[in-house]
């Protein structure tokens, strides 16, 4: 027998996502920068509840630009979740630091915030804690914002999973520090490929936005100071993900009726519910 397969989400598209795409090809705008860049990073930011956005090439490069934000870098320990896809952990081990992971709850398969207790107290000096929403499912994330708090820890919320699904009325993604979106094929909206990183800090977010040009200083001539990367989102890929963004509500709604068709007693719907 064929064993039965639940994805995550395939991709859907509307029709839209080409409109701004042909729009992106008349205005010869098929570049890293460009009109869809700009109003992707202005509408998502308004869609997750204000802050600000940076538009990058997948949601591991903008959690490896929040690491850096936080200041992450050689022999730092890094707390993260441990039920998670690697890419929550590979940019740790890009700046030279240790990840430390922390064990999950049984309800919502997330960081289980007593275990982030004991972690925290074995490791007090920890740089930054990366905490995951899997599959979509919300962490309790008051309760971790509380213990990063009590010790003055940012935290990186990888909410690649977890677009539009809310906790207590506010947006996953805006509980941390920093929140990381992901547009690749399997999520709740893509781009075909891409990521946000989103946060109320508005001079971060255009450091990040500084680094993800190759750190290319504002001059006529090339002129680099500080190491840089090529990780901004192009504007084609921007279009598309303008397009699915309108449609967002529909795919969460959509990932709802699933979900309660084929596993109600899962722990992922009971905590989503
Ligand atoms: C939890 C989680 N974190 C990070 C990522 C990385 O996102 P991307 O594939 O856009 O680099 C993904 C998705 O692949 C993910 O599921």
Not at 46 to 70: D, N, Q
Not at 175 to 203: A, C, Q, Y
Request: hydrophobic share 40%.
């Amino acid at each position: 027998m064929t064993p039965r397969r639940i994805y995550l989400s395939s991709p859907t598209m509307h029709g839209e996502e080409e409109a701004f795409v042909q729009q992106a090809f008349e205005t010869n705008w098929v570049a890293p920068l460009g009109p869809n860049v700009d109003a992707f990073e202005r509408e998502l930011a308004e869609r997750v509840g204000g802050g600000f956005a940076a538009a990058l090439v997948s949601g591991t490069s903008a959690i490896h630009l929040a690491l850096k934000l936080c200041g992450v870098s050689r022999g730092d320990t890094v707390l993260c979740s441990t039920l998670t896809f690697s890419a929550s952990a590979n940019p740790i081990t890009y700046e030279g630091a240790t990840p430390v992971f922390v064990d999950s709850e049984w309800d919502t398969w997330n960081m289980d915030p007593r275990a982030l207790e004991r972690a925290l107290e074995r490791h007090p000096r920890a740089k930054a804690v990366i905490l995951v929403n899997l599959y979509g499912t919300p962490a309790q994330l008051h309760a971790i914002r509380q213990l990063c708090d009590a010790r003055d820890i940012p935290l990186i919320e990888d909410a690649a999973e977890s677009l539009g699904a809310l906790s207590q009325g506010q947006q996953t993604g805006t509980f941390g520090d920093f929140g990381v979106f992901s547009f690749n094929g399997n999520k709740i909206i893509t781009s075909s490929g891409g990521g946000m990183l989103v946060s109320r800090r508005e001079k971060a977010i255009a450091k990040a936005r500084f680094w993800a040009t190759q750190s290319r200083e504002p001059a006529r001539h090339y002129e680099h100071r500080e190491i840089g990367y090529n990780y901004r989102m192009s504007n084609v890929v921007a279009g598309i993900g303008r397009g699915q963004l309108i449609h967002l509500d529909e795919h969460v709604a959509r990932k709802r009726r699933f979900i309660s068709a084929t596993a109600t007693n899962s722990p992922i719907w009971i905590a989503s519910a």
